[in-house]
């Protein structure tokens, strides 16, 4: 470990950087700690207090109250500027206001019709109100705090031969712009009447600079320092939890027969949405397709089925230790994306030679081929009633098989009876559900599917996710992703057998494993 952290001394001191991208714990007594963490667990937390010391410290997650990330100088430089002993981050700011509004937004109006408020406030409609009212979050944050940040910049040495200019800043750090060599030498000259514009994006939930216009007025002459990671727009993830939806239709009255319910739709409120464990270690040869198909153009949509794709995602990466660009999600996939998202999959698998895991999700619809009730994943640009607008199951195996992977690992949340998750047919001519081939793994494979023959995958509606996909995720919750696929598939096979027989629509997960890893898949693990 020393020899670790003298190598990171030998580099801050050969190349003359500064860290500004510590990270503050913030004890339950209010002790504000900066710091660089070394590792951090769901027990405890180990730091450094500087590069300069080799001495690492560790404090147990008990005494702590909020573990804020790196890049938290500007936050620190703010809450000085406001006096404040709060650090000032995105998420803390949009996180109550997006949670008021939201839970007001999602209750049912006096004058409104129940089905005209299921149109308005359902799991799609609320992800684009909440999208919408952080990006108006995310313009507010920047206009109130940018004005109080004071940029403090110095010029530093010129590179004739890369022809830029090193600027500092007490906050932003190092920054390059590009200043030809003809005219370096009254840039420098001239620097004093500088004027600056800078622009700002959320970047790691707190104040980016995205770019900074260095304006000479008499030289009529303007030079730009601009940050590629502002050029992605990739909007502010904040951990949101909302009341439950709620419709209440009252009282029965005292005459007539009416029978009067309740029903409540738990949206972003699932125990596994908000306990997602968080691990120190990092998977980095597992590369992961979610293929999350829930709105469809010509059928049914697939309830729930994108936040099936999303919080896997976030198991992935959270509890599996798959790095973020490891893990490919697609939404609402068509089947050119179908077909991309395996191509990336072999062609990093090519590279890797073997040592590569894969896992392969996909939530949607399945459809059967009634002539020889092969199995087909239906895009949503696909129709229910052509088979051949599907990808063909066994041309999935085949070409995931075919990889040279270490392991592949496929979850199908999807039946392929023709059968929408609340049980109804596809095709409405098709009047019966068909017992599709479910085909035959292949290479060092095995798929874990959430029904069998002409059952249906059904969705735990009290949960918002598929059934199947609950329990999935259920049991990487409570072992940190820590256990064998055996354990896995006897636990999801039991539970969704359990609570599907409550509902009286039998639903049985099943595993089957190519004919290579009959003996082996068992003490196989997804981290």
């Given at each position: 470990m020393k020899r670790v952290f003298a190598f990171f001394l030998f580099v801050l001191c050969v190349f003359n950087v500064k860290a500004y991208d510590i990270d503050v714990i913030i004890t339950k007594e209010g002790q504000q700690i900066q710091c660089y963490i070394v590792k951090q667990t769901e027990t405890e937390v180990s730091y450094m207090l500087s590069y300069d010391d080799s001495q690492v410290y560790t404090l147990s997650m008990d005494n702590i109250r909020k573990v804020y990330p790196r890049n938290a100088n500007v936050a620190l430089q703010l809450a000085k500027q406001l006096n404040k002993s709060e650090i000032v981050y995105f998420s803390d700011y949009a996180k109550p206001i997006v949670e008021k509004a939201i839970n007001e937004w999602q209750i049912k109006d006096e004058f409104e019709k129940i089905a005209d408020w299921q149109n308005r406030v359902n799991e799609t409609t609320r992800d684009a109100k909440i999208k919408e009212l952080t990006r108006q979050c995310e313009t507010e944050y920047l206009k109130k705090y940018s004005s109080i940040l004071k940029l403090n910049i110095t010029l530093g040495q010129y590179d004739a031969e890369n022809e830029v200019f090193l600027l500092t800043?007490?906050?932003?750090?190092?920054?390059l712009v590009s200043v030809p060599i003809n005219e370096g030498r009254?840039?420098?000259?001239?620097?004093?009447?500088?004027?600056?514009?800078?622009?700002?994006?959320?970047?790691?939930?707190?104040?980016?600079?995205?770019?900074?216009?260095?304006?000479?007025?008499?030289?009529?002459?303007?030079?730009?320092?601009?940050?590629?990671?502002?050029?992605?727009y990739e909007q502010a993830e904040v951990d949101y939890k909302f009341n439950p939806i709620e419709i209440a239709a009252g009282e029965s009255p005292q005459k007539g027969q009416q029978t009067i319910t309740q029903k409540t739709l738990q949206l972003g409120k699932s125990d596994i949405d908000l306990n997602i464990p968080s691990i120190g270690t990092s998977n980095s040869n597992t590369f992961v397709v979610i293929i999350a198909n829930e709105?469809?153009?010509?059928?049914?949509?697939?309830?729930?089925?994108?936040?099936?794709?999303?919080?896997?995602?976030?198991?992935?990466?959270?509890?599996?230790g798959v790095p973020s660009a490891n893990i490919k999600v697609h939404e609402n996939a068509t089947y050119n994306d179908l077909r991309l998202a395996v191509a990336w999959?072999?062609?990093?698998?090519?590279?890797?030679?073997?040592?590569?895991?894969?896992?392969?999700?996909?939530?949607?619809?399945?459809?059967?081929?009634?002539?020889?009730?092969?199995?087909?994943?239906?895009?949503?640009?696909?129709?229910?009633?052509?088979?051949?607008?599907?990808?063909?199951?066994?041309?999935?195996?085949?070409?995931?098989?075919?990889?040279?992977?270490?392991?592949v690992t496929v979850l199908l949340d999807a039946c392929f009876s023709g059968a929408n998750r609340d049980g109804k047919m596809l095709a409405s001519e098709r009047g019966v559900a068909l017992k599709s081939r479910p085909g035959s793994p292949k290479g060092n494979m095995v798929v874990f599917s959430a029904a069998q023959g002409d059952e249906t995958a059904l969705p735990y509606t009290e949960e918002c996710h598929g059934m199947f996909t609950y329990y999935l995720l259920k049991k990487l919750q409570e072992t940190n992703g820590d256990v064998t696929l055996r354990d896995l598939s006897s636990y999801v096979i039991r539970e969704v057998g359990k609570k599907s027989a409550v509902t009286n629509k039998p639903q049985t997960p099943s595993v089957t494993p190519s004919s290579a890893v009959a003996d082996s898949w068992q003490n196989w693990k997804l981290k």
């Amino acid at each position: 470990m020393k020899r670790v952290f003298a190598f990171f001394l030998f580099v801050l001191c050969v190349f003359n950087v500064k860290a500004y991208d510590i990270d503050v714990i913030i004890t339950k007594e209010g002790q504000q700690i900066q710091c660089y963490i070394v590792k951090q667990t769901e027990t405890e937390v180990s730091y450094m207090l500087s590069y300069d010391d080799s001495q690492v410290y560790t404090l147990s997650m008990d005494n702590i109250r909020k573990v804020y990330p790196r890049n938290a100088n500007v936050a620190l430089q703010l809450a000085k500027q406001l006096n404040k002993s709060e650090i000032v981050y995105f998420s803390d700011y949009a996180k109550p206001i997006v949670e008021k509004a939201i839970n007001e937004w999602q209750i049912k109006d006096e004058f409104e019709k129940i089905a005209d408020w299921q149109n308005r406030v359902n799991e799609t409609t609320r992800d684009a109100k909440i999208k919408e009212l952080t990006r108006q979050c995310e313009t507010e944050y920047l206009k109130k705090y940018s004005s109080i940040l004071k940029l403090n910049i110095t010029l530093g040495q010129y590179d004739a031969e890369n022809e830029v200019f090193l600027l500092t800043d007490d906050i932003f750090g190092n920054l390059l712009v590009s200043v030809p060599i003809n005219e370096g030498r009254a840039f420098k000259q001239n620097w004093s009447s500088a004027q600056f514009t800078p622009k700002y994006f959320i970047e790691n939930d707190v104040i980016a600079l995205a770019s900074l216009d260095i304006a000479f007025p008499e030289q009529n002459k303007h030079y730009i320092y601009s940050n590629q990671a502002s050029l992605k727009y990739e909007q502010a993830e904040v951990d949101y939890k909302f009341n439950p939806i709620e419709i209440a239709a009252g009282e029965s009255p005292q005459k007539g027969q009416q029978t009067i319910t309740q029903k409540t739709l738990q949206l972003g409120k699932s125990d596994i949405d908000l306990n997602i464990p968080s691990i120190g270690t990092s998977n980095s040869n597992t590369f992961v397709v979610i293929i999350a198909n829930e709105n469809y153009k010509s059928v049914a949509s697939v309830p729930f089925a994108i936040n099936d794709g999303r919080i896997l995602a976030k198991y992935c990466q959270r509890t599996l230790g798959v790095p973020s660009a490891n893990i490919k999600v697609h939404e609402n996939a068509t089947y050119n994306d179908l077909r991309l998202a395996v191509a990336w999959l072999k062609n990093v698998c090519e590279k890797y030679e073997g040592e590569a895991s894969v896992i392969f999700y996909y939530a949607g619809h399945g459809i059967p081929d009634a002539s020889d009730k092969s199995a087909y994943l239906l895009p949503v640009d696909g129709d229910g009633r052509y088979v051949t607008t599907g990808y063909k199951l066994d041309e999935l195996y085949d070409k995931l098989g075919a990889m040279p992977a270490k392991s592949v690992t496929v979850l199908l949340d999807a039946c392929f009876s023709g059968a929408n998750r609340d049980g109804k047919m596809l095709a409405s001519e098709r009047g019966v559900a068909l017992k599709s081939r479910p085909g035959s793994p292949k290479g060092n494979m095995v798929v874990f599917s959430a029904a069998q023959g002409d059952e249906t995958a059904l969705p735990y509606t009290e949960e918002c996710h598929g059934m199947f996909t609950y329990y999935l995720l259920k049991k990487l919750q409570e072992t940190n992703g820590d256990v064998t696929l055996r354990d896995l598939s006897s636990y999801v096979i039991r539970e969704v057998g359990k609570k599907s027989a409550v509902t009286n629509k039998p639903q049985t997960p099943s595993v089957t494993p190519s004919s290579a890893v009959a003996d082996s898949w068992q003490n196989w693990k997804l981290k």
